[in-house]
């Protein structure tokens, strides 16, 4: 599998009057904020970021950056553990898709429809809903094979944020409709 990526200059991504448009911004992406990630829905994704900078540059410094974020959000026991899960979940990706993945710098606030496409699924597995999640696995995939190696680190890697959830802001609160709400991704061309 071939990466492709975007990257995103070190701003907040408004695209105000002096600053640069980000990638995600230029192209129409979604701002994370608005789709109501989970605490570890978004250190998840900001590993996941980290995990494919690895691959893409050679460099060890996204790798480094991956643990951090992940021990900070969850300790350095559990926090490594959520390194090496999106690990498995990206080798699976760059073993059986055939295209190209596209993602966002960690510090992007907005989320490219291949990331969507991986919280989606992921999500599908929280929600227990398996029409979405065949759809999903479809949709990474980008073809209708059968995949067990996808979909066990799908399942894994959810089964890990299932742990974290129960102790998140969100979920000691009671979390809203809005978070708990699936969203449709749309894969561009």
């Known amino acids: 599998m071939g990466d492709s990526k975007s990257k995103t200059p070190k701003s907040d991504c408004s695209g105000g009057k002096?600053?640069?448009?980000?990638?995600?911004?230029?192209?129409?992406?979604?701002?994370?904020?608005t789709l109501g990630f989970s605490p570890i829905e978004n250190v998840t994704l900001d590993v996941f970021r980290c995990v494919c900078d690895v691959y893409s540059s050679g460099s060890t410094q996204p790798w480094e950056i991956a643990m951090k974020a992940a021990e900070e959000?969850?300790?350095?026991?559990?926090?490594?553990?959520?390194?090496?899960?999106?690990?498995?979940?990206?080798?699976?990706?760059?073993?059986?898709?055939?295209?190209?993945?596209?993602?966002?710098?960690i510090g992007c606030h907005h989320i490219s429809p291949d990331e969507l496409a991986v919280t989606a699924v992921l999500k599908s597995v929280h929600l227990k809903d398996q029409a979405a999640f065949e759809r999903g696995i479809a949709l990474?995939?980008?073809?209708?094979?059968?995949?067990?190696?996808?979909?066990?680190?799908?399942?894994?890697?959810?089964?890990?944020?299932?742990?974290h959830r129960l102790h998140s802001p969100a979920s000691m609160r009671g979390a809203t409709d809005f978070e708990t709400q699936s969203v449709q991704a749309t894969y561009l061309h």
């Open 73 to 105: 959000h969850l300790g350095d026991v559990e926090g490594p553990v959520l390194v090496g899960h999106v690990t498995a979940l990206l080798r699976a990706l760059r073993r059986e898709r055939a295209l190209g993945f596209s993602y966002l710098s």
């Open 140 to 163: 990474i995939l980008d073809n209708g094979k059968r995949s067990e190696r996808t979909r066990s680190a799908v399942r894994a890697l959810a089964a890990h944020q299932s742990r």
């Open 18 to 33: 002096d600053e640069p448009v980000c990638a995600g911004q230029a192209l129409g992406f979604p701002l994370r904020r």
